[in-house]
């Protein structure tokens, strides 16, 4: 793959999702820019690192899904592709470059200091990074019940705050408990005479970054996701539309591919901090232009290096920065290519990774958006 899958803005990304079901939810000026079905009330299942590469690989280990991919819907995730960006793409609607969560951790303009977005490790208030109103929001506002099944833990975080806020939540003390998972979910798309409800489901995600998605356990985690969403569809009533996507998905990184920064003293020449993640770096520096041509001198083939101008003007973050945004972006950004990876020793918690994602390869930006109105049979 010689260029970068870049996400197709305005037309078939996670932040076109919402609008769309807006639009059914009778949201005024709600643009409906994906062919759904019609519905009075919907439940959104995103299954974080549910990939649709990965996914169509293993259909055969989930026949649920697999009754449902034909008549995917193939959207792009965010750049970077990883969870904090998605996600909130996907809430507001909006593109890494107006909403200004760029990344796994990206610098907090208002603190000079890179801050970890799913840890939410800064003083700086969510609504004050992130100030535009969710779908989420105007949908209540129109009248629209809307509900959050995620681990109760996550209520008031600072991601929640970011991309998710407007909902009601009703929070899962555990995980674990696929019962309380099927019986909120029913309970909260039977709220009110239009419903959204947006159900998060991580495991998936947290096996692969443990383990990869070429491993007996994540496959396991897959039938189990698997069989959670056909018995939710099961439950829920005939006139509910389930839709199921996933936020990125991963490549497995062998650990001779792991380029660790600190060993090679070129790539921390003028770089004074370091952000994103080992798939996608983000690096802060007074001399871009210096630092992006030792990176690509070095890195060669293994990845795609731009300066933020660039990286910009090629539409990798949607557009112009809103004010404020553009500092946040590392001045140079890295994409690796293939299944290679830049990692730090300041970061120990990402050196055990297998799973990984964030650039820009089409395992990683791809996510498929599954559609069941009840008018499915499993034929698998």
Not at 319 to 325: F, N, Y
Request: hydrophobic share 40%.
């Amino acid at each position: 793959m010689d260029e970068p899958l870049l996400p197709a803005w305005g037309a078939s990304t996670l932040a076109d999702l919402l609008p769309s079901l807006a639009a059914h939810l009778g949201v005024a000026d709600a643009p409906a820019t994906l062919d759904l079905p019609a519905s009075r009330r919907y439940v959104l299942v995103l299954v974080d690192g549910l990939g649709l590469e990965v996914l169509q690989r293993s259909l055969a280990m989930a026949p649920y899904c697999a009754s449902l991919f034909a008549d995917a819907i193939r959207l792009t995730a965010t750049v970077p592709s990883t969870t904090a960006t998605s996600l909130t793409s996907l809430g507001t609607g909006l593109v890494p470059a107006e909403h200004g969560i760029v990344g796994y951790s990206f610098r907090d303009p208002f603190t000079e200091q890179v801050f970890n977005s799913l840890a939410w490790n800064t003083p700086t208030e969510a609504e004050q990074l992130q100030p535009h109103d969710t779908w989420f929001e105007r949908l209540s506002l129109a009248g629209v019940s809307s509900h959050a099944v995620v681990p109760v833990r996550f209520d008031g975080s600072g991601l929640t705050r970011s991309a998710l806020r407007g909902q009601v939540v009703s929070g899962l003390v555990s995980e674990d408990d696929e019962d309380d998972v099927v019986t909120r979910t029913v309970e909260a798309s039977r709220a009110g005479d239009r419903s959204l409800v947006y159900v998060y489901e991580r495991m998936l995600d947290h096996t692969g970054h443990a383990h990869g998605v070429d491993d007996p356990d994540w496959r396991a985690e897959l039938i189990r996701v698997d069989g959670l969403l056909e018995r939710l569809r099961e439950e829920l009533d005939d006139d509910v539309v389930l839709l199921v996507t996933g936020d990125h998905g991963m490549v497995d990184v062998p650990e001779e591919r792991k380029i660790i920064l600190e060993d090679h003293p070129v790539l921390g020449q003028g770089v004074d901090q370091v952000g994103g993640e080992g798939r996608f770096r983000q690096l802060y520096t007074t001399d871009p232009d210096a630092v992006a041509g030792r990176w690509a001198e070095f890195l060669g083939d293994r990845a795609w290096v731009r300066t933020r101008e660039q990286a910009l003007a090629d539409g990798w973050f949607g557009g112009t920065p809103t004010e404020g945004v553009a500092s946040r972006i590392g001045d140079v950004v890295v994409a690796m290519r293939e299944d290679w990876a830049v990692m730090s020793l300041d970061l120990p918690g990402e050196l055990a990774l297998v799973g990984m994602h964030g650039s820009l390869t089409p395992a990683e930006m791809l996510v498929p958006l599954l559609v069941d109105d009840g008018t499915y049979e499993d034929e698998w």
